[in-house]
């Protein structure tokens, strides 16, 4: 059960702490105090714990303090959406708010090669006001012959070019905790002159001891991608790990899966399950056309494959696109035949913005 204390009531307050007591009367019940950003507000939100099918809802919708009591299914209880729970699990990081509203473009390296490919990289997007970039340090890869990322040796020209050019955000997927802390040094070492996501990768998504160790750590947002071999039910739990750990500042990102019906493209593009996720899950959603579609493509109307997956996810409601760019995809270390070049930034923002706006058309269209 939840029990959604009013708006302001804070997590250290007596009347927190009543609800609290209350709850704990009861046997094998125990009470956990969470303060939750939403899209609008901040949230105290306690959650039962244990045995509390016998607990009445009532007797705490009573309090003058509790908005309301909810009955929650036992299935993603942190991240999920519960009867009664208009409210979405935004949260603002480095001064960029993500929210079920609101769209992100997140554009760039798949994997970092040098300084000057992130160089015109960073460049480019400050041009078109971006201040949301990939540029992938440690890369998971199929074979241990192919290259790994540059790891951390590359972080402080990576922070500190995204602090030049105005990036508030860099989106950079982590293996292990030890890479976490990598991250933590290198943004202090550069003075926080950005900030950073943390994706765990598809091949990641059920590492159950990764989800915990990242989340642990409540400062860095994180972007979780789908599992491409597992159903979505068991990619969201195993999202909730995140959330369970503490760390409420997750983006559930699909990335296309993994089966030969898929042909000719690398992965079946599921961006249909939009809607699905936000109505599942209380938070914003993120689609991934690049490692879906995986080629550069042309459909016979002159628009890529990329650019047709991305209008399919941005027209359903995706608060957020994580896309590859390369200046150079010749010299890309990691997925070169399947990144945009520099002169096409502007036309694939330019279509983002026509779909989003009739996405904001048809909501509209039904209010
Ligand atoms: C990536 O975004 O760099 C990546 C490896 O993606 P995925 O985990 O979805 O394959
Ligand atoms: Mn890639």
């Known amino acids: 059960m939840i029990i959604v204390m009013k708006a302001d009531i804070l997590p250290e307050s007596p009347e927190t702490a009543l609800v609290v007591q209350m709850a704990e009367r009861y046997p094998d019940v125990h009470a956990e105090v969470r303060k939750i ?30 908005e309301k009591a909810i009955r929650i299914r036992e299935r993603y209880r942190s991240i999920g959406r519960h009867e009664g729970q208009a409210e979405s699990l935004g949260f603002e990081y480095n001064g960029v708010a993500f929210t079920q509203e609101n769209l992100h473009v997140f554009a760039g390296l798949c994997a970092v090669d040098n300084r000057t490919n992130v160089e015109v990289m960073f460049k480019a997007l400050q041009g078109v006001g971006l201040q949301t970039a990939r540029a992938g340090a440690y890369k998971p890869r199929t074979s241990p012959y192919d290259f790994q990322g540059y790891g951390k040796e590359c972080l402080p020209y990576v922070f500190e070019l995204a602090g030049k050019y105005g990036i508030k955000v860099v989106a950079m997927e982590v293996t292990s905790g030890a890479q976490v802390d990598e991250i933590f040094a290198a943004l202090a ?23 915990k160790v990242v989340g642990q750590q409540h400062e860095l947002p994180v972007l979780f991608k789908r599992g491409m071999g597992i159903s979505l039910d068991e990619s969201l739990n195993a999202c909730e790990y995140l959330a ?3 760390n409420y500042k997750i983006v559930f990102c699909l990335r296309g899966m993994k089966t030969q019906y898929g042909d000719p493209h690398r992965n079946l593009v599921d961006f249909g399950h939009v809607p699905v996720v936000k109505r599942l899950t209380r938070l914003p959603v993120c689609i991934d056309p690049s490692h879906s579609v995986g080629k550069k493509a042309q459909a016979p109307d002159g628009l890529l494959d990329i650019e047709h997956a991305t209008a399919q996810g941005v027209i359903a409601g995706a608060n957020m696109v994580l896309v590859d760019f390369h200046p150079h995809p010749e010299e890309a270390l990691c997925d070169g035949p399947q990144a945009l070049l520099m002169n096409e930034l502007v036309p694939y923002l330019r279509d983002v913005e026509i779909v989003r706006a009739a996405y904001e058309q048809r909501r509209a269209a039904r209010t």
Do not use: C, K
């Open 37 to 66: 950003q939403g899209a609008t507000r901040v949230l105290t939100e306690v959650y039962l714990l244990g045995s509390t099918g016998n607990v009445p809802v009532d007797i705490f919708e009573e309090f003058p303090a509790v």
């Open 244 to 246: 369970a750990s503490g």
């Open 189 to 211: 070492a550069s003075g926080q002159a950005t900030g950073v996501m943390l994706q765990i990768g598809t091949r990641n998504a059920q590492n159950f001891e990764l989800l």
